[in-house]
């Protein structure tokens, strides 16, 4: 791989080695120093465009237990406030030496056009753009599902037979459009439930199930319920008629919590809309995978930057 746009064009075998090479790095993250030498002279540059908490901290986290020197680049208050190009902005991160580019972007395609154009030459690492993608966030979604499903035999393994649901904003999610190309390559089925409003109608060409009835598909006792966030910041138009209405018929109630199996797993990409998409009896239930999924965050992060940016290292030896 020379870069990590989209998890739609990850083969079998290429997620396979991001998920066993995070399980790699997972176990140095025990260790009583955490840092690795594996990227030391390598500059990697944070370019982020939309604010970010846990998915840029998380990628800072990865370089910096992989030695790499790193520099974050926010869009506000830099040139691009006054109208600097992509383009512009991706010669002079060429010119200052960067080896490998972290870019989180509100246009779907930025991180595309940046590894084709040949406006530098370096792995590029898609944090997010748009309502595209967002490849590491599905790959450590897969990552924490495969450890709850396997535990420590889970190296190697995929998610064949897994059934998973995720529920909620399908329309504005590129974390679902993520998942649903990665977990069909890992061989799980999936199943979309939201209200009609929220679920695209390009999900017909996708391989996924498509539901309105969260009861009806939580009798089948899926081994897996992804909750996503209501992305009203998106949203121009009314979607739904009110919360409190969203949250009776989409949300994750206690009560739906109780009606899962125990070995059910509730996760949510973050951040939550407590009694909305989720319930704080469902976020803090001992199935959730919440806090997980952050934690491995790193680990995964950590994977796509060595097995992307090894070749850099290895040049300049």
Known sequence: MKHLISTAELTREEALLLLDTAEDMAATQERAVKKLPALRG???????????TRTRISFEAAEKRL?????N??????????GESLKDTAQTLHAIGADAVVIRHPSSGAPQMLAERGWINTPILN???????????ALL????????????????????GAHVV????????????SNVWLLNTLGAKVTLVGPPTLIPSTTAHWPAETSYDLDAVLREQPDAVMLLRIQAERMQDAFFPHTREYARRWGLSEAR??????????????????????SSAAADSPQSTVLEQVANGVSVRMAALYLLCSNENEGRA
Do not use: C, W
């Open 257 to 278: 919590l109780r009606r899962l199996p125990e070995n059910s797993v509730v996760m949510h990409p973050g951040p939550m809309n407590r009694g909305l998409e989720i």
């Open 42 to 52: 390598i500059t990697v540059v944070n370019l982020f465009y939309e604010d970010s």
């Open 127 to 137: 944090a997010g753009d748009g309502q595209h993608e967002h490849p590491t966030q």
């Open 73 to 82: 680049f926010a869009a506000k208050g830099s040139s691009v406030s006054k």
């Open 166 to 177: 995720i529920v909620g904003d399908i329309l504005h999610s590129r974390v679902a459009r």
């Open 67 to 71: 030695s790499a020197d790193v520099i």
């Open 141 to 160: 979604d897969a990552f924490t599902l495969r450890r709850r499903l396997h535990g420590n035999a889970s190296r190697g393994k995929d998610l064949n």
